[in-house]
């Protein structure tokens, strides 16, 4: 497991790993998650690259302000970490919404970005009903705390199989989600229900792109992902089997194959 660092960045303490040496790839997890959700990754590239996998505002070991957390202040916290690590550009990856932070500073910051990496993710803001359906979330989470949201939750980020026959999985991805705080989860739901559509965004990106996303997932289908090839000019996209949403610890062995192959095209 990778030693959990901290920095004070942006008015907030940041909690991070930080791992190897060389080009950067700065991993950005999605919700309700933590930068723990990298953990494969991190133990097979931090060998030639110098991995950064942050715990987001209101996620995992950092602190949780007041909310909400717009997908803009994400990105400000990442490019505060950024200048604080002495880091000039980065191979950027992101998971669901570390998918839509990835967006936000690819538009803020398209300088520091020397690559995508597109994980489970979708480039369309949500529905108004979808933006309900996450104040409801925030509202409830905000009274009764987070166990009955993780229980909803949990079946809709593995496949039935490995739920039924990977127990140790399942617990990680809960124990993960148990380290989100009530009041980072209910932030973090407010500031993606306000979240641009990123699709105009799709045809201006102009660095080396990898689209992943697992077969089987519920919560930001493969449809969403072959849009996104569609849209952005060279990109390569990458379908999972034996996957839903959280690809990087359900099928890590084909993640890191997929990842590697692109990191070497890079050259
Ligand atoms: C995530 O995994 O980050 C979430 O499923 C994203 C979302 O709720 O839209």
Not at 69 to 76: C, R, W
Not at 105 to 110: A, E, L, M, Q, T
Not at 206 to 223: A, H, N
Not at 240 to 256: D, K
Request: aromatic residues 6%.
């Amino acid at each position: 497991m990778a030693q959990v660092k901290r920095a004070e960045v942006n008015g907030l303490e940041m909690a991070y790993a930080d791992e190897g040496q060389g080009e950067v790839i700065l991993l950005v997890h999605g919700f309700p998650f933590d930068h723990t959700q990298w953990a494969p990754q991190i133990a097979a590239f931090s060998g030639n690259y110098r991995i950064i996998a942050p715990d987001l505002r209101g996620h995992g070991q950092s602190q949780a302000p007041p909310g909400p957390y717009p997908m803009d202040l994400f990105a400000e916290d990442l490019a505060a970490l950024r200048k604080h690590l002495g880091v000039e550009k980065v191979i950027l990856g992101g998971l669901s919404m570390g998918g839509y932070i990835a967006f936000a500073f690819s538009r803020k910051y398209p300088e520091r970005v020397r690559a995508l990496i597109l994980a489970d993710t979708r480039p369309q803001a949500d529905t108004p009903e979808g933006a309900k359906g996450r104040e409801d979330a925030a509202r409830a989470v905000e009274k009764e705390g987070t166990a009955g949201a993780i229980e909803r939750l949990l079946p809709k980020l593995l496949t039935k199989q490995s739920l039924e026959s990977r127990p140790e999985i399942a617990a990680q991805v809960q124990t993960m989600m148990e380290r989100c705080s009530p009041q980072g989860w209910a932030a973090a739901q407010r500031g993606m229900a306000q979240r641009p559509d990123s699709t105009p965004l799709l045809s201006q990106i102009s660095v080396p792109t990898l689209i992943l996303v697992g077969e089987e997932d519920l919560l930001t289908p493969p449809e969403d992902s072959r849009k996104m090839h569609s849209l952005i000019p060279g990109s390569r996209l990458e379908i999972i089997p034996g996957a839903a949403h959280v690809t990087t610890l359900e099928q890590p062995q084909a993640f890191n194959r997929i990842l590697s192959s692109f990191l070497e095209s890079l050259g």
